[in-house]
């Protein structure tokens, strides 16, 4: 069975004063989410020590949101999976276009990291998606397939999770039709030599849009930004009907 994976991916968003004030608001109104489904909170990495003593026994997770393929070395800014172990990070997000637009991040450096990730343990979350021009042009499957080649080279599927974040969506509030999403995911799930991976949607999922979203059958969780800075507002998401 595929597990359901709701994530929020807070961007550059709250300090530490602001992150541990989510957590305990937001705890104990996702206490009896379904078994299948695992809750996971991307923070800066200023958060995440924090958050990682605060999380402790609950069944949110810890994840960051990018991971150098170096151990070490002159990497200004970047960090490593030995640092993010040590805080115990379960879940990276690696590809997100916002990486790949303004820092530089290409089909093959996120294909490293990727295996970096693995490499401590970690589960990956591959994002891929395509920009408004792209889609109007009719290659959003060419797209989304050369990302896929590209960046599970090597890559253990029975440990990763894709979400499927078309560029156009992502904090835009034109959120993609969930019948278009699902046919995109099922897409997606076509490529992969492992079926049981899970596929997650994001691109201005709320709590309007959520309950259609996860009714779709090849949709297997949400990558939520924007609102999942709220406790309340992600904590509806997380509580999907």
């Not at 958060?47 to 810890?62: E, Q, V």
């Not at 849009?209 to 059958?217: C, K």
């Amino acid at each position: 069975m595929r597990k359901v994976i709701i994530a929020g991916n807070w961007k550059m968003h709250k300090n530490q004063a602001e992150s541990l004030t989510f957590v305990q608001e937001f705890k104990s109104e996702v206490e009896d989410t379904q078994e299948n489904q695992e809750i996971v909170l991307c923070a800066p990495f200023t958060s995440l020590t924090a958050m990682s003593k605060n999380l402790h026994g609950s069944r949110i997770m810890l994840g960051a949101q990018n991971i150098h393929w170096s151990d070490e070395g002159a990497y200004t800014g970047e960090i490593s999976g030995s640092m993010l172990a040590e805080i115990g990070v379960d879940y990276i997000i690696v590809g997100h276009s916002e990486r790949r637009q303004y820092f530089g991040d290409t089909d093959q450096t996120v294909n490293l990291r990727l295996k970096a990730a693995q490499q401590y343990g970690f589960k990956p979350i591959l994002c891929v998606g395509e920009t408004k021009e792209q889609r109007d042009a009719g290659e959003t499957e060419q797209i989304i397939i050369t990302q896929l080649k590209e960046n599970l080279v090597e890559v253990d599927q029975s440990n990763l999770v894709i979400a499927y974040e078309p560029i156009w969506a992502i904090g835009t509030g034109d959120t993609c039709e969930s019948s278009e999403a699902n046919r995109v995911i099922g897409i997606i799930r076509q490529q992969l030599d492992n079926k049981n991976v899970s596929i997650q949607y994001g691109g201005s999922v709320n709590t309007k849009n959520v309950d259609e979203i996860m009714a779709q059958p090849e949709i297997d969780g949400t990558l939520v930004g924007g609102a999942s800075l709220s406790a309340s507002s992600f904590a509806r998401i997380v509580n999907y009907q």
